[in-house]
C-alpha cells in the first residue's frame, strides 16, 4: 500500500526525504528503546466502583445498594467475594488468564467532590488539585527518556495527564472533509524552509500513516459519529495496533466519560451497563489489536476520580463519592486477584457515613506499576513522577519480574 | 528602525485583509499609537445583561433541583454563546485589534475557566467586558482589584465558600478557609510562582480575602453584586509578605491587594509575560527590564506599558517569531478574506474552536492558555490547522487565485516560495487555504 507520506514523499523528491530522514534523529540511536507497554484509560465523571465490581459476599451488600444492587446470579463470579457485572463479560476471561487486576475500595488522596479538582489531582499526579504544571505520564516519557514518538494520546485534545514538557503526540479521527494529496504536498513544499512547521508537519504525517494501518477509512473520517462513545472502541482497538508496531507509541491514553450517574443509573441494563460494556469491549480490542506478544509486555490502568455514593440517591443514581475500584489489565500481570483491604459495608464503614471508605491510595498502585514494571526507583518516583507522596507508600507484586 | 506592518498587524493586531495593511504600512507605528489614545472605546459593543443580572441566574442554576437545573444550564450557555458571538464579531470586524488582543491578554492573565464550572458558563463573557475591558489601557491594580471582586472569579476560585474559622459565621458553622483565590492571586496574576512567599503567606492572605464573597439574591429585588460580608471574615490583624495589616474589613484586602500590584515581583512577572507574548516564546532580558522598569515608574499603567511595547526596538527586529493561537487563526482567516460572519454562522466557528481546542474561556486550569510554540503546534493540533484552513477556503468559494491578495496581505515578510506555491495551486480554494496555512499566516 502507498501511504500518504511515500506519496508526499515520491511527490517532492531529495528536499522531502531529507526532511522525512532527519526527522526521528534520536531514533536511529535508539537500540535501547524500551519495548514496555503503558496504557492509562481515564475514566471520566466518577465510576460506581461498586456497580463495577460487585461485592456480593458483604452480608450488608443487597440491603445497602438497594434497588441498585446486582443479583448473584447475574454476576460473574470470577471471586468468591467480588464479582463483576455482567456488562463486563469480555473481562472475565481476561481474569481468569490471570491478565487483570480488580482494586477494589481504591481512591485518590482527593476527600473533596469536585470532578475537576480530582480529574486534575489524577492527571497531574499532584497533593493539591493544581499542584504541579505537568502531567505524570508527560514526566514519566522525562524519566524514561522517552523518544518524540513515546507517547501517543487518542482522543481530541491532550489530556493533562499527558501535558507537560517532553515531547508527546495526540491523535483523533479527523471531524474535517478529507483534504486531498494534492493540497498536502502543497503544504509540505511551503513549509519546507520552516523548520518548526516541516518538522511538525512530517510527524503529523508519520502518525496518519500510522492511522491508515489502524484504523479503517471509514472510522478516521467519521465526522461526528466518531466523537460518540463507540468511538471508544474503535479508539482502543487502533491504540493496540499502534503499540504493537516496533516504531510506534509505548504509551498512550484513552478516555472514556459518562461515568457521573446522578439520575437513572440502571442495573443490569440501563446507562451505566452500556457504559461498563463498551469500557470491556474496548479493553478486549486493544488486547486483539496488539497481538500476543505485545500485550504480553503491556500493563493497562483504568481509573476514575472518585466513586460514588454508597447508597442510591432519590433518582435511582448515584451521587459523587470516595472510594470506587481500579481496573489494571496486560500480560504483564501477576494478575487473576483482587488486591484489596475490605473496608465493609456497615454504616460504620462507610466513609462519612455515605461512601465506601477508601483502604488503598491509587496512587500507590500506579507507584507500584512504575516500580516494577519499568524498574524505576522508589527515590525518583517519589521525587519526578508523584512529588511529595513519600507517605503513599506503593503496591508491590502487580507486575510480573 | 524600521517599523514592519506584518508586525503591526499580526503581533499586536489580529491579521489583516488588503485594505487594512495598506493603511496600516504607510505608518505601522502611528497606527498602533493611535489605538491606544485616551479617547479610545475599549468596550464591547452591543445590548448585553451586567453582572448582577447574570450572576442571580448562575445563583439560580446552583439552586435548581436537576431537571430544572438542565433548563437553566442551557440558558445559560445560551447566554455565553451569544457574548463569545458577539466577541469574536468585533475582534473579526474592529479598526483598534490591538484592543482586542489586549483583552484577551489579560483576560486570559486573569483566567476564569468554565472547565469544572460549567455553571459559570454565562458569567464569563461580562467578566471580561466589565473586570477586564475597562482597565487594559488603565492601570493595573485597578483592574486586579476588579477582577479580585467579580463574582465569575470569587466563584471561579471558590472565595464564596471561604470562611475565616474565627469569624462570626466560621464559629458557628464549623466551616473553614478556602486558599485558592489566595494562593492563585500571588502565584498567577501578581508575585509569579516560587516568588519569595511561603504557605504561611498564602493562608494569611486568605484570610484577609474572607468576606469577600456574592450577595445572595433577596426576596424582594437586589443581590448578585459583591458584597464583603463582615460576618464571614476572619477578624484581627494578618501579616503578608513581612508587611502588618491592621486595616478593618475590606480595607485590609484592598490594601493588600494594591501592595501585590505594586511589587517588584509583580513588575518582573508582568513583564515577562507581555514580553512572551509580543516578542517571542524567550523573550531577551534587555526586553523584560524595559517592561519591568516601565510598570514600576508608571505605577502600574497598563498604557504606558503597551506605549513602552510599541516602542521597544526588540519587538520590531524579528519577523515572525510567535504562533498565531487557534482563535488567533480563525479571526485573522476572516480578517484575511473581509468575510462576513453569517456566511459560516458562528455555531459552526465554535464548532471549529472546539476542534482546535480553543473555546474562550475554557482553558485548562486557572493558569489560563498557554502562550508558546510548543503548547499549540502538536501534530495532531498541526493536521486540524492544516485541514481547518482548507475547510474554510472551501466555505469562502474564493472565485479566482487569490495570489494577489497573498501579495499584499503577506507584504512586508520573506515569504519564501509560498507565493509561488499559491500561484501553482490547483484551485483557488487550495490556493486560499495554502495563504491561510503557510508558516507566515499561522506565525506572526
Request: aromatic share 8%; net charge positive.
Amino acid at each position: 500500500m502507498v501511504t500518504r507520506r511515500d506519496f508526499i514523499k515520491g511527490m517532492c523528491g531529495a528536499a522531502a526525504l531529507a526532511s522525512t530522514v532527519s526527522f526521528y534523529p534520536s531514533l536511529a540511536f535508539a537500540n535501547v528503546r524500551t519495548d514496555k507497554r503503558l496504557v492509562v484509560v481515564l475514566l471520566r465523571g466518577g465510576m460506581d466502583g461498586m456497580a463495577a465490581l460487585a461485592p456480593y459476599g458483604d452480608k450488608n451488600y443487597q440491603s445497602l445498594r438497594g434497588d441498585l444492587s446486582l443479583n448473584k446470579d447475574v454476576l460473574l463470579r470470577v471471586d468468591p467475594f467480588f464479582g463483576l457485572h455482567p456488562s463486563l463479560e469480555p473481562l472475565a476471561n481476561l481474569y481468569k488468564k490471570g491478565e487483570m487486576i480488580c482494586v477494589p475500595a481504591s481512591a485518590l488522596p482527593y476527600r473533596e467532590r469536585s470532578h475537576f479538582d480530582a480529574q486534575n489531582m489524577l492527571e497531574l499526579g499532584s497533593s493539591k488539585p493544581h499542584g504541579l504544571k505537568s502531567g505524570w505520564l508527560n514526566r514519566l516519557v522525562d524519566t524514561i527518556n522517552g523518544d518524540d514518538n513515546m507517547a501517543l494520546a487518542f482522543g481530541q485534545g491532550m489530556p493533562t495527564i499527558m501535558r507537560g514538557h517532553a515531547s508527546v503526540n495526540s491523535w483523533a479521527p479527523s471531524v474535517l472533509p478529507d483534504v486531498g494529496d494534492d493540497y498536502l504536498s502543497l503544504i509540505q513544499k511551503v513549509y519546507a524552509n520552516d523548520k518548526l512547521f516541516s518538522q511538525n508537519f512530517a510527524r503529523a504525517m508519520d502518525i496518519q500513516d500510522m492511522a491508515m494501518d489502524a484504523v479503517s477509512g471509514n472510522e478516521r473520517k467519521m465526522t461526528r459519529k466518531s466523537r460518540s462513545p463507540q468511538a471508544f472502541v474503535t479508539m482502543a482497538g487502533a491504540a493496540g495496533q499502534w503499540l504493537a508496531k516496533q516504531e510506534g507509541p509505548r504509551i498512550a491514553t484513552l478516555e472514556l466519560g459518562g461515568w457521573d450517574t446522578h439520575v437513572g443509573q440502571g442495573t443490569e441494563g440501563g446507562r451505566l451497563a452500556n457504559n461498563l460494556s463498551l469500557f470491556a469491549r474496548g479493553i478486549g480490542e486493544m488486547k486483539q489489536g496488539m497481538g500476543q506478544s505485545a500485550w504480553s509486555k503491556t500493563v493497562v490502568i483504568a481509573l476514575t476520580e472518585f466513586g460514588r455514593t454508597a447508597r442510591p440517591n432519590g433518582n435511582r443514581g448515584t451521587d459523587h463519592g470516595t472510594a470506587s475500584t481500579a481496573f489494571l489489565f496486560g500480560g504483564a500481570l501477576r494478575g487473576g486477584r483482587m488486591v484489596h483491604k475490605w473496608p465493609g459495608l456497615g454504616d460504620a464503614d462507610l466513609y462519612e457515613g455515605r461512601d465506601l471508605r477508601p483502604t488503598i491510595d491509587v496512587n500507590a498502585i500506579v507507584k507500584g506499576v512504575l516500580h516494577e514494571h519499568y524498574g524505576i526507583s522508589q527515590r525518583t518516583l517519589s521525587r519526578d513522577i508523584y512529588p511529595n507522596s513519600q507517605n503513599s507508600g506503593l503496591i508491590k507484586g502487580l507486575v510480573r519480574a | 528602525m524600521s517599523y514592519n506592518p506584518y508586525v503591526a498587524a499580526h503581533r499586536f493586531g489580529l491579521g489583516s485583509g488588503a485594505e487594512e495593511i495598506k493603511i496600516i504600512s504607510k505608518d505601522p507605528k502611528s497606527w498602533l499609537h493611535n489605538q491606544v489614545k485616551s479617547e479610545i472605546d475599549t468596550s464591547l459593543k452591543g445590548s448585553f445583561k451586567n453582572t448582577q443580572a447574570i450572576t442571580k441566574q448562575v445563583i439560580k442554576i446552583r439552586r435548581a433541583k436537576t431537571k430544572e437545573r438542565k433548563q437553566l444550564m442551557k440558558a445559560g450557555f445560551d447566554l455565553y454563546r451569544h457574548e463569545m458571538e458577539m466577541r469574536f464579531k468585533q475582534a473579526v470586524a474592529t479598526n483598534t485589534p490591538l484592543i482586542e488582543r489586549l483583552t484577551m491578554f489579560w483576560s486570559n492573565h486573569f483566567a476564569v475557566s468554565l472547565k469544572g464550572k460549567p455553571y459559570l458558563a454565562a458569567l464569563t463573557g461580562v467578566y471580561e467586558r466589565e473586570a477586564i475591558r475597562p482597565h487594559v489601557l488603565g492601570k493595573f491594580s485597578d483592574m486586579l482589584l476588579s477582577v479580585v471582586e467579580h463574582p465569575a472569579m470569587l466563584a471561579y476560585l471558590d472565595n464564596v465558600q471561604s470562611i475565616g474559622p474565627n469569624s462570626i459565621a466560621g464559629k458557628r458553622r464549623g466551616k473553614g478557609l478556602n486558599e485558592n483565590l489566595a494562593r492563585e492571586i500571588m502565584e498567577l496574576h501578581t508575585l509569579g510562582v516560587d516568588e519569595g512567599y511561603s504557605q504561611d503567606d498564602v493562608i494569611e492572605f486568605a484570610k484577609i480575602l474572607t468576606g469577600w464573597t456574592v450577595r445572595p439574591p433577596k426576596l424582594f429585588g437586589g443581590g448578585g453584586e459583591f458584597e464583603f460580608i463582615e460576618r464571614i471574615h476572619e477578624p484581627d490583624k494578618r501579616v503578608l509578605l513581612g508587611k502588618t495589616y491592621n486595616q478593618k474589613g475590606q480595607d485590609q484586602g484592598i490594601a493588600a491587594l494594591n501592595d501585590l500590584a505594586k511589587h517588584p515581583s509583580t513588575a518582573r512577572f508582568i513583564a515577562t509575560k507581555l514580553a512572551r507574548h509580543f516578542i517571542s516564546d524567550d523573550p531577551p532580558k534587555s526586553a523584560i527590564k524595559k517592561l519591568e522598569r516601565s510598570f514600576l515608574n508608571s505605577g502600574g499603567d497598563l498604557r504606558e506599558l503597551t506605549l513602552t511595547l510599541i516602542n521597544m526596538p526588540e519587538v520590531w527586529e524579528q519577523q515572525l517569531p510567535k504562533i498565531k493561537t487557534p482563535y488567533e487563526m480563525v479571526v485573522a482567516s476572516f480578517r484575511a478574506v473581509n468575510a462576513p460572519i453569517k456566511k459560516v454562522g458562528f455555531k459552526k466557528i465554535a464548532q471549529s474552536l472546539a476542534l482546535l481546542d480553543h473555546l474562550p474561556f475554557q482553558a485548562p486550569s486557572p493558569q489560563g492558555w498557554p502562550d508558546r510554540a510548543d503548547d499549540w503546534l502538536s501534530p495532531n493540533a498541526m493536521i486540524n490547522r492544516v485541514e481547518w484552513c482548507h475547510a474554510f477556503a472551501q466555505v469562502m468559494r474564493p472565485k479566482e487565485n487569490p495570489l494577489e491578495l497573498a501579495q499584499s496581505v503577506l507584504s512586508g515578510v520573506s515569504s519564501g516560495d509560498t507565493l509561488l506555491w499559491i500561484e501553482r495551486a490547483p484551485s483557488p480554494v487550495d490556493g486560499l487555504a495554502l495563504l491561510l496555512a503557510s508558516p507566515q499566516w499561522q506565525r506572526r
